[in-house]
């Protein structure tokens, strides 16, 4: 029986509604650490609203971000720290799974950069970089994270004030001999720090 339902979660964590309604039974195999680890809440990084504080799919993120699952411990890191400010506690989970998807590599990046970790910020950015192949590419993952930031709560709370993520300028200074085929790093997590520092 658990196998079945390890099949039916692997498509979707939606499938498992009528399983967790349908009786004790039912329900306690799907509360399962097994489960709740390898459930698919892919749908959690496309639409980051079903993981706010008011959402009624909140209760089930966080049973599953309690039992190690990746993407329910980066949505969850991700909206403590857009949402309520900068804390070891947080960052080190997010740093924790901060290499399971190109997304949470790149809001990892981002987010040391906020909390004022430049060297390590840009560590991970190259790391990022490392892991795509075009600028396209890195824009539309980019393009994901800002999405997932700008719907999992409330922006305008100035909860990084005070963080510096960069000087008055990334270290290239914007100097690039070959700007239309390369990729600096420094200017792409500058533009995406500075865009999403003024959301948070």
Request: charged fraction near 20%; aromatic fraction near 14%; charge should be negative.
């Amino acid at each position: 029986m658990t196998d079945i339902v390890h099949r039916v979660g692997s498509d979707g964590f939606r499938n498992l509604g009528p399983l967790i309604a349908a009786s004790p039974f039912f329900q306690e195999i799907v509360f399962r650490r097994d489960v709740l680890l390898d459930i698919d809440l892919d749908e959690f990084l496309f639409n980051s609203r079903l993981g706010r504080e008011d959402s009624v799919y909140r209760p089930f993120l966080l049973r599953c971000a309690a039992e190690g699952n990746e993407v329910a411990r980066y949505v969850k890191a991700l909206r403590r720290l857009t949402q309520d400010g900068p804390s070891v506690e947080t960052l080190e989970m997010l740093g924790e799974v901060g290499y399971s998807s190109i997304y949470v590599t790149f809001a990892f990046a981002v987010m040391l950069l906020y909390c004022g970790s430049y060297e390590q910020g840009m560590v991970v950015t190259r790391t990022f970089f490392s892991r795509i192949q075009t600028l396209e590419e890195a824009i539309a993952v980019a393009g994901v994270v800002e999405d997932q930031i700008r719907h999992i709560g409330p922006g305008g709370r100035n909860v990084f004030s005070g963080y510096i993520h960069f000087k008055e300028y990334p270290i290239c200074y914007f100097a690039h001999t070959n700007s239309t085929t390369a990729i600096c790093h420094h200017c792409f997590a500058f533009s995406y720090a500075t865009t999403f520092h003024e959301m948070c």
